[in-house]
């Protein structure tokens, strides 16, 4: 049977170039950041329609009629999905460069973007389970919002990088997490603003078919201070600075 990766390959990859040329919302999307007024909500966005124009791609060329056996074997699952995820990657962690750019010029910040490294781990993990399915049918969901998840998460590792980075620095980030659409029980518990010394562990991750928003300001780009021990006589007292100031905790339920 002859190789049908590089022409599906060309196939998506023109489809693909086509779509995101036509989209409204990469547009708008565009349009914010030239007007320096993007955020990560934009990157969020931009993320997902980026994640759908993929995945509806998938759906509209793979199917278990062109594959050998009706099965997605792993070198077959392998070499479709490592370029265009990673595809997806480049292009997110371009446009969450630019919001954080933005963000850092408007705090007063002189410090580079961080840009995220590629997760290939959840890529091997989709590459890993659908070529493990006998039948394409029975898999080929996770062709669809797992994508976008995937797209999703590159913005929250582009946060997290940049956070992680600006703490290091001695900035105070914050970091927002908003319910977007009807949120289940667990991202209602996560939902809030936090300081970053004391992110939930789970702050970063979704659930498939999670909306939810992160969200992050460098704040007024002014370096901690910790007070002195002439403006803090009281003995064994907690340093201050951790102290978060109006940060909302998560409703607890
Ligand atoms: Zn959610």
């Known amino acids: 049977m002859a190789d049908i990766v590089p022409e599906l390959l060309e196939l998506i990859s023109q489809k693909f170039d086509e779509r995101t040329v036509e989209s409204q919302k990469l547009k708008t999307a565009v349009e914010h950041l030239m007007a320096n007024e993007a955020t990560y909500v934009d990157a969020n966005n931009f993320a997902i329609e980026v994640g759908n124009i993929l995945s509806d791609i998938f759906e509209e060329t793979i199917d278990a009629s062109v594959l050998p056996d009706g099965r997605m074997y792993y070198n077959i699952a392998d070499r479709i999905l490592n370029p ?19 963000l850092n010029k408007k705090a007063g910040l002189h410090l580079k973007p961080q840009i995220p490294e590629l997760n290939q781990s959840r890529i091997d993990g989709i590459v890993n389970r659908i070529s493990s399915e006998a039948d394409f049918d029975v898999i080929k969901w996770i062709l669809g919002d797992p994508i976008v998840t995937f797209s999703q998460s590159v913005v929250d590792d582009s946060i997290k990088a940049n956070a992680d980075f600006q703490s290091r620095a001695g900035l105070q980030p914050i970091i927002t997490r908003k319910l977007k659409g009807k949120a289940c029980k667990w991202c209602r518990a996560l939902a809030g603003a936090y300081d970053y010394s004391e992110l939930p562990k789970e702050i970063y991750q979704r659930h498939d078919n999670c909306r939810c928003t992160i969200e992050y300001d460098p704040g007024d780009g002014k370096r901690k201070t910790i007070p002195s ?25």
């Open 84 to 102: 265009t995820m990673a595809k997806n990657h480049e292009l997110i962690t371009g446009y969450a460069m630019d919001v954080q750019k933005n």
């Open 229 to 253: 021990r002439k403006n803090n006589p009281g003995k064994n007292k907690k340093i201050e600075s951790r102290k978060k100031i109006g940060i909302k905790k998560p409703a607890e339920n």
